[in-house]
């Protein structure tokens, strides 16, 4: 889960966000029985539980509902009175009930924020009167936008639920709210008491971090026990409502959807024990793992008797469980070609005051290359002929390859193709030759699988720099730079990246029934102008370097420590897979040629009017 900055102050001294521990509300709503002594029993409790709000419902009854509603006949269990009217009076505090709670809430007990629902407009206005630090938005009222906008004018911090509503809903309540403030936090929530696992969606949480970035997320439920709301946590809910009560069995239809007050401060203690754990998504060595590390971590040893200025080789290092403590091992190749200090006997710890690196167990230093590869392969479904298809009086790959020899920090350059007409020609520009195997060169075939065909044949190789053919317009000067980047051991791998600035959006799924987007890397409600943002760093595609055990040991060229080099020139990147990039690219390179005098690196052997050949780049 991404972690963000939002945040905001949701009662004095309480800030709620990514960065601050879950605000926990025990929601009493109604289940107060209509007893004003009970409602102050149940703010204690709820505050000995460790709940950090204690929340009420408040309607005023003859406003909320019509005359038909408040005369229908109740007679059901959990009637307080003979018409539907009689009972939601009986349940409803006065105004001086509610001052005389949240005075106990706020003095009496202490610690504890004094907040209600407001169910219509007079409600509201009463909450603001005796200053709620929030109002809680009921699912009921969630899409009467113009309420929403009465209590967003009022610039209080708004806790908004979702039952009963779709996203569309939760966008224009989004929107509405925007215009006023951004105080508010949106709850995931279903309307059904109890509800069901399988009626929860959690996955909202998400969308809902999602689709509103710059808001807060919670989660208010309606189920039984505490594990889904442990789970809301887990999934980023920064503020959790649960219904509470001193007794399920009472009358009310809350009661048996409500935590009796044991399971309000278990709910809490787990909470807290689980945002301890959550931790951050940093992966370190953490200091209590020392000791099992000490005690676990394995570490290389000699093996037999080894004499001082013996080099370290394969044959001469294992890795055992250790004691003491020394190299671990992924320090393995690390170690090979340096030589010892002093005598070590066999199975000891080599620790690095035992060793000299001289210069030799460098790469840079031992017969190791570090080589340019270019991927070509025969047969193209585009544009046939493609790698040496004549462009600004050059084969297409001669480019490449001219770059390459300008930025002048390889080793060697080679191209690897199935295509013998390709090879020849790549030999004329300075280019070595690998004949690539077949199983290599499909149609399928990735790039991955042909670096591992062609360093399956030169050992020699220790990193490698796989550039782009169709890419014409390469920079020397970018290429050095990425390339001093992986002599300094500081990266593993390196590409070459532009920037976008270009709003992107969820492909829709017709298959799956979808007919609706959503954005990506930008919020539609907050759209930036394009020369206020930043933009995504993409790649360009020109280049990928990579250190050949790092590829080896994960299957990936771009694992372990992966940076980037920022073409801030790359407004017109082209790759050229159809006719018309051919076109294009005619103008650029020519541009390109003006400015680098590539053309003057070509052997005046090999000017290419009337070559020809089918190949193309993988």
Partial sequence: MEMSNVEFEIAPGRKVGDTHPCFIIAEIGQNHQGDVEIAKQMIKAAAAAGADCVKFQKSTVLERFNKKCLQRPYDVPQSWGKTYGDHKLFLEFSEDSYRELQRYAEEDVGGVVFSASGFDYKAIEFLAEINVPFFKVPSPDVGNLDFIEFM???????????????????????????????????????????????????????????????????????????????GAVAFGAKVLE?????????????????????????????????????????????????FVKRKLGKSI????????????????????????????????????????????????????????????????????KF???????KGSKGVPGKNIKVLNGLPLIAWTILACHKAACFDE???????????????????????????????????????????KHHKDVWAVANLQCTVPTQDPALITKAV??????????????????????APIDVSKGDVCSRPLNFNPYARPRRQDWNGDIVESGAFYMFKVDQLLATGSFQSGRVSYVLDEDCLEPIDIDTPEDFARAETLVKKHNEKLSLLELAPKLVHTNGLSGDANCQ
């Avoid at 105080?183 to 109890?194: M, N, R, V």
């Avoid at 080589?371 to 392969?377: K, Q």
Wanted: with cysteine; glycine share 6%.
């Fill in 301 to 368: 040893v000699a093996v037999g008797d080894l004499k001082k200025g013996s080099t370290l080789s394969k044959e001469n290092m294992a890795v055992k469980n250790a004691e003491p403590c020394g190299f671990p091992p992924h320090d393995f190749n690390k170690l090979l070609g340096a030589t010892l200090a002093r005598d070590l006997e066999d199975d000891e710890t080599i620790l690095e005051s035992d060793v000299n690196f001289s210069a030799n167990t460098n790469p840079l230093n031992q017969k190791k």
């Fill in 152 to 230: 967003a004018k009022k610039h209080i911090p708004m806790v908004i639920s979702s039952g009963m509503q779709d996203m569309d809903t939760m966008r224009r309540v989004y929107h509405t709210v925007k215009r006023y403030h951004s105080k508010f936090a949106l709850l995931q929530c279903t309307s059904a008491y109890p509800v069901t696992p399988d009626s929860v969606n959690l996955s909202v949480i998400k969308a809902y971090r999602q689709n509103f970035p710059d808001v807060v997320v919670g989660y208010s439920g309606h189920e039984t026990g505490t594990t889904i709301s442990l």
């Fill in 242 to 290: 649960r219904h509470v009560t001193l007794d399920k069995t009472w009358k009310g239809s809350d009661h048996s959807a409500s935590l009796d007050m044991s399971e309000l401060a278990d709910l809490v203690k787990q909470i807290r024990v689980l945002e301890a754990a959550v931790g951050t998504p940093d992966k370190t060595l953490l200091p209590a793992e020392g």
């Fill in 413 to 455: 350059i080679w191209v690897s193709t199935d295509g013998e007409e390709i090879g020849r020609i790549s030999e004329k520009y300075g280019a070595k030759y690998h004949a690539r195997d077949a199983e290599a060169a499909q149609d399928t075939s990735t790039s991955r699988e042909g670096f591992l065909e062609f360093l």
């Fill in 371 to 377: 080589i340019a590869l270019i991927l070509a392969r």
């Fill in 484 to 505: 001093d980047l992986i002599k300094s051991d500081g990266v593993d791998c390196v590409f070459a990246a532009a920037k976008s600035h270009r709003f992107r959006w």
